[in-house]
Every structure is written in C-alpha cells, then in structure tokens.
C-alpha cells in the first residue's frame, strides 16, 4: 500500500533537544496517535480477553495463537510469531500451555531440531468452533457503528499508522536506540 507522507521532517532523535515549558504545557497525549491506539488496543484486549476467558478458559494470547495456527495451518512457531506480532518466547510459552490443555501439538522439525512445528488437535478446532461465533459477534456490533466507506478507511488509516510506526522503529534500531 502507498503510504502518503505528511511530513518530510525526520522526528528527532532521543536527546536532540528539549522540549519548551509552552510545548510541555500545551502537550495532551490523548490527542496523540499513540496514545490513542495504545488506548484502544488496551481496551481492546482486554474485551478479548474477558471473552476468551469466560467461553473457553483462554487468554487473549492463546486464543490469538490458535486463530493464526488455523488461519495459516501446521506451521514452525517463529511463523506463528510473526503472524501474531508476538516474540519467540511469547509463543514459546503460550504454545505449551496450549499443548498442555490438549489444543495444539508441538514436535521438533525433524530437519531443524531448534525449530518447534505447532499444529491445531481436534480439541483445538472444537474450540475454535466454540469461541468464534463471540469474535465474529465483536466484529458485527463494531461493523455496525461504521459505514462500508468509513471501514475501508479505517483500515487504510490502520495500514498507513503500522507502516510508519515499522519505519520509525527501523530508523531507531539503525540509530542504535531500540536493540536489533
């Protein structure tokens, strides 16, 4: 998707200045972009994860886990981690517990004995099976409070936010501020 730059400034570095006592007071970080979706996306979560946890006795994590397993099939975990935007430890963890509730298998790559290949069981499809029609509910009343236009945009808008937000922090991790 071709992004639209507002700006060709580059935000300054960490240290490369200070901010002026009218630029601290006038500052509101609910006006901010990160603010806001770290807001949402922390509400968001835990709406999920009050879901999961009262139909299936999951958190938000593995119902996540197990949503990306069956979307993208028997795949190795570091897949399923950059599919889910989480690390390899995350998955890591999260796949045991899933393996121990009997939701998914986890075997060792035969070609690669480091690389762990996690797999939906039937019990973990027979709680997809249970727990999407509540995900599907959720996507219904949100769908419900937006326009067809006003949805596309907001996935647009979404696309663009993520995009930049990737290439600021590859411009940190190039400026040696965030760790590779």
């Known amino acids: 998707m071709a992004t639209t730059t507002h700006s060709s400034k580059k935000a300054p570095a960490r240290g490369d200045g200070a901010a002026s006592l009218r630029q601290i007071n006038a500052h509101a970080p609910e006006s901010l972009v990160t603010y806001r979706v770290s807001v949402l996306a922390q509400v968001l979560g835990r ?12 958190t938000a994590r593995q119902w996540r886990v197990l949503v990306i397993l069956n979307r993208i099939g028997t ?32 075997e060792n790559d035969p ?26 509910e959720r996507q219904s ?19 663009v936010i993520e995009d930049e937000a990737h290439q600021l922090l590859r411009e940190m991790k190039a400026d040696g501020v965030v760790p590779r």
């Open 47 to 58: 709406l999920v994860d009050a879901s999961v946890k009262q139909n299936l006795g999951l």
């Open 75 to 106: 795949s190795p975990s570091g897949e399923v981690a950059r599919m889910a935007s989480f690390d390899h430890s995350q998955v890591s963890r999260v796949a045991l517990e899933l393996a121990q509730k009997g939701l998914i298998t986890q």
């Open 111 to 136: 070609a690669d004995r480091r690389r762990q290949i996690l797999a939906l069981t039937p019990a973990g499809v027979e709680c997809l099976k249970t727990g999407v029609p509540a995900s599907l």
């Open 141 to 159: 009343r949100f769908l419900a409070r937006l326009t067809p236009d006003e949805y596309k945009t907001f996935c647009r808008v979404l696309d």
